[in-house]
């Protein structure tokens, strides 16, 4: 079964520095997806960045990039120029085709003014 | 316009009831999931819909019982409540069996007493 780990349960940073979140995987699969998920306060979970495996790129959205190692099994979230916004609990994810998303444990970020 | 809209937000209860959360998606999507969110932020799938069939059921209790009248619709039943129930149940739709993105609803806290 795949599992997915994220080691860093919690992280912090000053306002406008980088900050990067670990995630690592378990997977005898070629081809799937990997995403990182924002959940605010609010609860609502929103998607931050969508990776797919067979691309050696690696995703960027705005101040949000990955670092995508595939025979490592790694998947890092880089957060540049960080917000207050930004501050929330930040779940890995693993999907293969139409199965189901596998979730890491979250890492909860805060960022200091 | 909401994407995937859950009702109600928020679920108290007693031990024993029965109670039903609702969630609809106006995306078109053929692929509808119900996930719950522990105590500790852990998400784990729960069951997943395509096209009003079922395709994945995890180890779940029987006295849950999914229900999709139509593809824009995954209604959550719970029999016979019990503490270990208390939860954030995300609702969550895609585009289609396959390769997308999971969108989110805003979630239904259920406690119950």
């Known amino acids: 079964a795949q599992t997915v780990t994220q080691s860093q349960p919690e992280m912090s940073v000053q306002e406008a520095e980088t900050v990067t979140l670990s995630c690592t995987y378990d997977t005898s699969e070629s081809d799937y997806y990997l995403f990182w998920y924002k959940q605010p306060p609010s609860r609502q979970m929103i998607l931050v960045i969508r990776?797919?495996?067979?691309?050696?790129q690696n995703a960027t959205e705005n101040r949000f990039s990955v670092n995508f190692q595939k025979a490592a099994k790694s998947f890092s979230l880089k957060i540049s120029d960080s917000q207050l916004g930004d501050a929330a609990m930040y779940f890995c994810?693993?999907?293969?085709?139409?199965?189901?998303?596998?979730f890491g444990q979250g890492t909860r970020l805060t960022i200091n003014p | 316009d909401t994407a995937v809209s859950q009702t109600p937000k928020y679920l108290v209860t007693q031990m024993g009831n029965d109670k039903s959360i609702k969630c609809e998606q106006n995306l078109g999507h053929d692929t509808m999931y119900w996930y719950k969110q522990d105590s500790k932020k852990f998400l784990k799938i729960m069951f997943s819909?395509?096209?009003?069939?079922?395709?994945i059921n995890e180890t779940v209790p029987n006295r849950f019982s999914p229900k999709s009248p139509d593809k824009a619709h995954l209604n959550l039943h719970i029999n016979s409540l019990e503490l270990g129930d208390s939860a954030v149940y995300f609702c969550?739709?895609?585009?289609?069996?396959?390769?997308?993105?999971?969108?989110f609803g805003p979630g239904t806290r259920l406690l119950v007493l």
């Open positions: 969550a739709s895609s585009p289609r069996r396959g390769r997308e993105t999971q969108y």
């Open positions: 990776q797919e495996a067979y691309k050696q």
């Open positions: 994810a693993y999907r293969r085709g139409a199965q189901k998303l596998v």
């Open positions: 819909y395509n096209n009003k069939e079922l395709i």
